[in-house]
């Protein structure tokens, strides 16, 4: 399961691993705890009835299927005000109950780049693990390899993108990963980058015409979005190494901009055994139904209880 803040950092921040939890069989559930109705939008008529929250969970809904995930749980809280959010650990930890996986994706202290509702998920999510204690699922604080993002703008730039400096989302390429904690391990999905992609591109309110994901190449993507950073929360579980089955060796196998943006891990983190970057398959167990709900007085939510397509569950 990931706890996440708005749609599409599902896609950003660990759309590789997600993929491949799924492609080993793995039930995945993305929690989204807003439906990012303050983001940009990238062109008017994405959202022609003023609504953005709704757009954004109908990309949502494409880029999870992208991913192979089996359930999107859409919460309503207002985005913005995540950190502030009423009942939103208790929603999560109804939810960890219900689904029990193993594991738990979010965001690590830095909230890949200070977003305050980042930081308010990460705080939320580990909150609500904690009340499940020795039960608890094994907890995984994900965020984004220091230059990937710079990286991937130059690479887009070179094919008619934006040029590198220009913000991304109001933000400095420069920031995304630059506040990370070490990372204990890495995930390599260079094999899902080009999933990775196309699940981004999902999120059109998000992607407009100069977009680094609009421009980027399935190369690029596999240069600059192949690397996961993951590092284990030191909690209470009952659940042993999860992730870490899907962790990547040494590094050496690691090539050209992927290796370089992944240079601020160390070797032997906190995060336990590193295994072989074969891996093994992953099980989070899970058997909710494929849906996307509302969690709160969200209005109209028109198309969004159909299931997303191809979007398995094991
Ligand atoms: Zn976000």
Same mark, same amino acid.
């Given at each position: 399961?990931?706890?996440?803040?708005?749609?599409?950092?599902?896609?950003?921040?660990?759309?590789?691993?997600?993929?491949?939890?799924?492609?080993?069989?793995?039930?995945?559930?993305?929690?989204?705890?807003?439906?990012?109705?303050?983001?940009?939008?990238?062109?008017?008529?994405?959202?022609?009835?003023?609504?953005?929250?709704?757009?954004?969970?109908?990309?949502?809904?494409?880029?999870?299927?992208?991913?192979?995930?089996?359930?999107?749980?859409?919460?309503?809280?207002?985005?913005?005000?995540?950190?502030?959010?009423?009942?939103?650990?208790?929603?999560?930890?109804?939810?960890?109950?219900?689904?029990?996986?193993?594991?738990?994706?979010?965001?690590?202290?830095?909230?890949?780049?200070?977003?305050?509702?980042?930081?308010?998920?990460?705080?939320?999510?580990?909150?609500?693990?904690?009340?499940?204690?020795?039960?608890?699922?094994?907890?995984?604080?994900?965020?984004?390899?220091?230059?990937?993002?710079?990286?991937?703008?130059?690479?887009?730039?070179?094919?008619?993108?934006?040029?590198?400096?220009?913000?991304?989302?109001?933000?400095?390429?420069?920031?995304?990963?630059?506040?990370?904690?070490?990372?204990?391990?890495?995930?390599?999905?260079?094999?899902?980058?080009?999933?990775?992609?196309?699940?981004?591109?999902?999120?059109?309110?998000?992607?407009?015409?100069?977009?680094?994901?609009?421009?980027?190449?399935?190369?690029?993507?596999?240069?600059?979005?192949?690397?996961?950073?993951?590092?284990?929360?030191?909690?209470?579980?009952?659940?042993?190494?999860?992730?870490?089955?899907?962790?990547?060796?040494?590094?050496?196998?690691?090539?050209?901009?992927?290796?370089?943006?992944?240079?601020?891990?160390?070797?032997?983190?906190?995060? %336990? *055994? !590193? @295994?072989?970057? =074969? $891996? +093994? &398959?992953?099980?989070? #167990?899970?058997? %909710? *139904? !494929? @849906?996307?709900? =509302? $969690? +709160? &007085?969200?209005?109209? #939510?028109?198309?969004?209880?159909?299931?997303?397509?191809? $979007?398995?569950?094991?």
């Amino acid at each position: 399961m990931a706890v996440l803040a708005h749609p599409d950092d599902e896609a950003l921040a660990c759309g590789g691993t997600l993929a491949r939890a799924a492609d080993a069989g793995a039930a995945v559930v993305v929690v989204c705890a807003s439906r990012g109705e303050m983001g940009s939008l990238s062109d008017p008529a994405l959202a022609p009835d003023g609504d953005l929250g709704r757009a954004r969970a109908l990309e949502l809904s494409a880029s999870a299927a992208e991913l192979g995930v089996g359930e999107v749980v859409l919460l309503d809280h207002p985005d913005g005000s995540l950190r502030w959010a009423d009942g939103l650990g208790e929603e999560l930890a109804a939810l960890l109950r219900r689904v029990r996986p193993q594991a738990v994706i979010t965001f690590d202290a830095d909230g890949l780049y200070w977003h305050p509702d980042h930081v308010g998920v990460h705080e939320w999510t580990t909150r609500a693990v904690l009340l499940l204690g020795a039960e608890a699922p094994a907890l995984y604080y994900v965020t984004l390899p220091a230059g990937a993002v710079r990286g991937l703008c130059e690479a887009a730039h070179a094919r008619g993108g934006s040029p590198p400096g220009a913000a991304l989302w109001g933000i400095s390429p420069d920031a995304f990963g630059a506040l990370a904690p070490p990372s204990g391990f890495r995930v390599d999905v260079r094999d899902q980058a080009a999933r990775k992609l196309a699940a981004l591109r999902h999120h059109h309110t998000q992607a407009g015409a100069g977009s680094p994901f609009r421009w980027a190449s399935e190369e690029d993507a596999r240069a600059w979005l192949g690397v996961e950073l993951f590092r284990r929360a030191p909690t209470a579980t009952a659940f042993g190494d999860v992730l870490e089955h899907l962790a990547d060796g040494a590094g050496d196998n690691m090539e050209g901009g992927a290796r370089e943006a992944s240079g601020n891990v160390p070797a032997g983190g906190e995060g %336990g *055994p !590193v @295994a072989g970057s =074969a $891996g +093994g &398959p992953v099980t989070v #167990r899970g058997s %909710g *139904p !494929v @849906a996307v709900r =509302a $969690g +709160g &007085p969200g209005g109209a #939510r028109d198309g969004l209880d159909d299931p997303p397509s191809g $979007g398995p569950v094991a």
